[in-house]
T-cell receptor, first 112, second 115 residues
Framework: SQQGEEDPQALSIQEGENATMNCSYK?????LQWYRQNSGRGLVHLIL?????REKHSGRLRVTLDTSKKSSSLLITASRAADTASYFC????????????FGQGTELSVKP | ETGVTQTPRHLVMGMTNKKSLKCEQH?????MYWYKQSAKKPLELMFV???????ENNSVPSRFSPECPNSSHLFLHLHTLQPEDSALYLC??????????????FGEGSRLTVL
């Protein structure tokens, strides 16, 4: 199976609700990153959390990292219709020369 | 606009054609990547170049041939492709330092269709 696995694969919520996406991985990492992709477009970086950090915030985004469980979560608070997109976690592998491995992603749909 | 430019944005080619995808960044980054994104599949890492040296070739078939002439440009040469190679090909770049991979800046992708 994948280095990064995400759940749920799809999530549908109403505007104003919070959205939580989870990511699990298998091997040691330097950092874990979250990206967003609108349909057919390139990916946009959202937030990076280092292996020695446990939580990070950026605007309406909150990311947690639990290296003992090899898992991370992305919380989007007070969601908006414009947050509709696919969200991916990516792991920067330890001592692997820049290798960044992506999970399969979560498709988020925020209904107005 | 991320500062990473990919051309062409769309490409249709036959199985016997030879074509190239181009990626360019002027962000001062020293690492560049090719990823393949097929429908219903996760992004697949194809190649990584650090300081113009290829550091990763993720078991990619030889019909895909990367070239990195300098730290700002990356090419993906394509020849005798198969229909299953149809996908969105994404280029990205980052600043790799102190053995740490920073955030990746992605281009908009090249949508490839192989007939």
């Amino acid at each position: 199976s994948q280095q990064g696995e995400e759940d749920p694969q799809a999530l549908s919520i109403q505007e104003g609700e919070n959205a939580t996406m989870n990511c699990s991985y298998k091997t040691s990492i330097n950092n874990l990153q979250w990206y967003r992709q609108n349909s057919g477009r390139g990916l946009v970086h959202l937030i990076l959390i280092r292996s020695n950090e446990r939580e990070k915030h950026s605007g309406r985004l909150r990311v947690t990292l639990d290296t003992s469980k090899k898992s991370s979560s992305l919380l989007i608070t007070a969601s908006r219709a414009a947050d509709t997109a696919s969200y991916f976690c990516a792991t920067a592998l330890y001592n692997q020369g820049g290798k960044l491995i992506f999970g399969q992603g979560t498709e988020l749909s925020v209904k107005p | 606009e991320t500062g990473v430019t990919q051309t062409p944005r769309h490409l249709v080619m036959g199985m016997t054609n030879k074509k190239s995808l181009k990626c360019e960044q002027h962000l001062g980054h020293n690492a560049m990547y090719w990823y393949k994104q097929s429908a219903k599949k996760p992004l697949e890492l194809m190649f990584v170049y650090n300081f113009k040296e290829q550091t990763e070739n993720n078991s990619v078939p030889s019909r895909f041939s990367p070239e990195c002439p300098n730290s700002s440009h990356l090419f993906l040469h394509l020849h005798t492709l198969q229909p299953e190679d149809s996908a969105l090909y994404l280029c990205a770049s980052t600043l790799f330092q102190d053995s740490n991979t920073g955030e990746l800046f992605f281009g908009e992708g090249s949508r490839l269709t192989v007939l």
